[in-house]
T-cell receptor, first 115, second 116 residues
Framework: DTGVSQDPRHKITKRGQNVTFRCDPI?????LYWYRQTLGQGPEFLTY????????KSRLLSDRFSAERPKGSFSTLEIQRTEQGDSAMYLC?????????????FGPGTRLTVL | AQKITQTQPGMFVQEKEAVTLDCTYD???????LFWYKQPSSGEMIFLIY??????QNATEGRYSLNFQKARKSANLVISASQLGDSAMYFC?????????????FGKGTHLIIQP
């Protein structure tokens, strides 16, 4: 089985630049989630999709953040006008159609450093 | 108030000993799920074990078991016969089904170091 993949694994950018991350979920998983993890903390939920529909967004997702899942397969997370506070690990997870556990399986993450 | 509390920032354990990692949670929902994940230094979150709020038996997965005490709102992870490869961050997480929120809420984690 192919797990969740994320690209790139690392991104270094200058403050004010835009960045885009990609997530490919496990095939046949129709739910896809984005989380952000800062140093010394657990992941924090950002948003999730069921197929191509974005169903929930955290208040953490400021106007500079946008996520898409246009065909219900891969997803992109874009951060515009990056700030140093955006430096974090961005994790993607996927889960199958709701079952009795709805377990989320995570990708390796994209580590963003904003200089 | 924190929804997931992990009170042990770090633990050192001798190889082959059993380990208990503490987790308490706070929710008013009747239906929820509790998860434990392992995060090695590589960064990937690895699913370990799940416990549903209506499950009457404690969950077990190989060397992992979840000590679920609903009245006390605790969901401790027990690792039997610890191995050097168990050294990692461990996160407890909750999904509240009733509230309609599907994102997981994580604790701050416990850094477990297994010593030879």
């Amino acid at each position: 089985d192919t797990g969740v993949s994320q690209d790139p694994r690392h991104k270094i950018t200058k403050r004010g630049q835009n960045v885009t991350f990609r997530c490919d979920p496990i095939s046949e998983h129709n739910r896809l989630y984005w989380y952000r993890q800062t140093l010394g903390q657990g992941p924090e939920f950002l948003t999730y999709f069921q197929n191509e529909a974005q169903l929930e967004k955290s208040r953490l997702l400021s106007d500079r953040f946008s996520a898409e899942r246009p065909k219900g397969s891969f997803s992109t997370l874009e951060i515009q006008r990056t700030e140093q506070g955006d430096s974090a690990m961005y994790l993607c997870a996927s889960s199958p159609t709701r079952d009795n556990t709805d377990t989320q399986y995570f990708g390796p993450g994209t580590r963003l450093t904003v200089l | 108030a924190q929804k997931i509390t992990q009170t042990q920032p770090g633990m050192f354990v001798q190889e082959k000993e059993a380990v208990t990692l503490d987790c308490t949670y706070d929710t008013s929902d009747q239906s929820y799920g509790l998860f434990w994940y392992k995060q090695p230094s590589s960064g990937e979150m690895i699913f370990l074990i799940y416990q549903g709020s209506y499950d009457e038996q404690n969950a077990t997965e190989g060397r992992y078991s979840l000590n679920f005490q609903k009245a006390r709102k605790s969901a401790n992870l027990v690792i039997s016969a610890s191995q050097l490869g168990d050294s990692a961050m461990y996160f407890c997480a909750m999904r509240e089904v009733g509230g309609g929120a599907d994102g997981l809420t994580f604790g701050k984690g416990t850094h477990l170091i297994i010593q030879p």
